[in-house]
């Protein structure tokens, strides 16, 4: 008997209390021979738990005496110590897994190291909750990230044209940990490197997301007011600093004529287009365009045999599944029920083009099909008929918009098993032949 083999994920549960597992996430922890986990909030500890109750809380190796790199070391050996015992090992951590978290990155490179199948999974970090809550795109001028000690001790330097997040501000200097919440005696040495490249009238966004059910800690204050003690005890361990842009940064003419950028304007420091001076002429225009639209030609609706569906579906939600697949490809697909063999062939491939493409069906040919069908089949000819009739009936009274009938005319081709429209359908029709 072949001895089993151990294996690693690593996910992570959000921010939220249990809020943001994933689909992915949450099979896994249920499907694990053991679950080992640093949840931030009681709530989830509670719901991991009741998921499996095969669990250990890995928060137990933090210890207000020791270093936390012995607390990461004991997670990562703790971590190790089960998979090499031959089991399917789920650890978990709060936020995203692999931001901010030691232990993540080091199991698996051990695990791979050793010869064992370790994966991440990604999940929601704090910083995905600031970009929510504070209506930030990062791509927009652009984004800085630093955690708040590296940040003074490597004296990183600061690109004031484009946002900056600083991680934990709330223990600036700290390389232990409190239960009880840190001090953050040093915090003043990070206010004063601040101001001298922003200034002390600059903004700074105080922010915590929040893990339960109310509203995110969102304060606002200049560097200069931050020294004042009732506002920088507001500053906990959690907290992250999000600075705007300083300044606009200039487009280089001649970078911008090597791409071939005859006209660029000036950056942005805001995703926020809606206050710019010409968009309720572009509103105007946008909602004249929704009320006439039609599906554009090279767009393809996704669809795809039941089958087909649920066997994706499976590999993307099942643990098992997927290491059934894995193991032998072949005899997994051969095993599902209702695959054509075309479907086999391509999944296969294991390419996800390859994968995607089966998903997407040419709005023409599925009219053609659905063309041929219908003069085969009266009855499903007539539906489509009545159907036609209903709907144009709608538009004739004023109750749809010519969007909303091709829409729904479009749903119900779909529903009958035809990814197409009845644009399509009008024009495979011309080219029938009788």
């Known amino acids: ?170 223990c600036v200097g700290e390389l232990g940990f409190k239960f009880g919440g840190y001090v953050n005696d040093k915090f003043n040495v990070l206010l004063d490197y601040l101001e001298d490249i922003y200034g002390p009238d600059h903004i700074v966004v105080n922010y915590v997301a929040n893990v339960f059910a109310g509203d995110p800690v969102i304060d606002r204050h200049t560097l200069a007011e931050y020294r004042n003690p009732d506002i920088a005890r507001k500053v906990t361990g959690v907290s992250t600093f999000f600075i705007e842009a300083a300044r606009t940064e200039a487009a280089d003419p001649e970078m911008s004529e090597k791409l071939g950028l005859k006209s660029v304007g000036p950056g942005r420091n805001s995703p926020l287009i809606c206050h710019v001076a010409n968009y309720p002429e572009l509103a105007t225009r946008a909602r004249s365009s929704n009320w006439k639209h039609q599906a ?27 290491r059934a697949f894995r193991a032998d490809p072949n005899g997994f697909v051969h095993a599902r029920p209702g695959l054509s063999a075309e479907e086999r062939r391509k999944l296969l491939i294991q390419h996800h083009g390859v994968t995607r493409m089966m998903f997407k069906r040419d709005p023409l040919q599925e009219a053609t099909r659905f063309v041929g069908a219908a003069l085969l089949d009266p009855r499903l000819a007539h539906d489509y008929r009545d159907k036609l009739n209903a709907v144009k009936q709608s538009f004739d009274e004023g109750n749809v918009s010519p969007a909303a009938y091709e829409c729904d005319i479009s749903e119900w081709l779909i529903d009958k098993g035809y990814a197409t429209t009845p644009s399509a359908v009008r024009q495979a029709t011309k080219e029938v032949y009788v």
């Open 296 to 322: 554009p030609p090279g767009y393809k609706y996704s669809h795809a045999s039941e089958a087909l569906y649920q066997t994706l579906l499976d590999l993307m939600l099942s643990p098992d599944a997927l």
């Open 1 to 170: 008997m072949t001895e089993k083999k151990g294996s690693l994920v690593v996910i992570g549960s959000g921010i939220k209390a249990v809020g943001q597992f994933t689909l992915q996430a949450q099979a896994h922890i249920r499907q694990a021979d053991i679950v080992l986990y640093a949840a931030s909030d009681p709530v989830t500890d509670i719901w991991i738990r009741q998921q499996n109750p095969n669990s250990f809380d890995l928060y137990q190796y933090y210890a207000d005496d020791k270093a936390r790199l012995m607390t990461y070391v004991q997670m990562i050996e703790r971590i190790m110590d089960e998979v090499r015992a031959g089991k399917h090992v789920c650890a978990l951590f709060y936020g995203h897994p692999g931001v901010f978290v030691t232990p993540s990155h080091n199991a698996i490179k051990i695990a791979r190291d050793e010869g064992y199948d370790a994966v991440m999974l990604p999940a929601v970090s704090a910083e995905d909750c600031l970009y929510a809550d504070l209506g930030v795109d990062p791509s927009v001028p652009g984004l800085q990230i630093y955690e708040a000690t590296d940040f003074l001790i490597r004296r990183r330097n600061v690109d004031t044209s484009v946002n900056l997040v600083l991680f934990q501000v709330g």
